[in-house]
């Protein structure tokens, strides 16, 4: 059964990091595109990054601006997103997700992540 818990989430004022984790089961997350979607209050999901199997090739969304890093801990089979810059914009629930947007076939629960001074 592919399961994914998000972990790292929490309350940062603008300007400041954050580490999110999401520890997978089920599967190897090394061998699958894995991505992070978000959801704002009261918005849509949201795509933000993507990691391709194999190749390791990373995509970010246009307000990502050089301050998130996807990357996988192969040794400990999650997926991880670096966050700096926080801002308030920032703040949504932070889905790991396995697939590509447009075919994501796993989510997790998510973490909230908010920005706030």
């Known amino acids: 059964e592919v399961q994914l818990v998000e972990s790292g989430g929490g309350l940062v004022q603008p300007g400041e990091s954050l580490r999110l984790s999401c520890a997978a089961s089920g599967f190897i997350v090394s061998e699958s595109d894995m991505s992070w979607v978000r959801q704002a209050p009261g918005k849509g999901l949201e795509w933000v990054s993507t990691?391709?199997?194999?190749?390791?090739?990373?995509y970010y969304g246009p307000f990502a601006g050089g301050r998130f890093t996807i990357s996988t801990d192969n040794a400990r089979n999650t997926l991880n997103l670096q966050m700096h810059n926080l801002k308030s914009e920032d703040t949504a629930v932070y889905y790991c997700?396995?697939?590509?947007?447009?075919?994501?076939?796993?989510r997790g629960k998510g973490t909230l992540v908010t920005v706030s001074s």
């Open positions: 990691i391709y199997r194999g190749i390791s090739n990373t």
């Open positions: 997700a396995k697939g590509r947007w447009g075919q994501i076939t796993a």
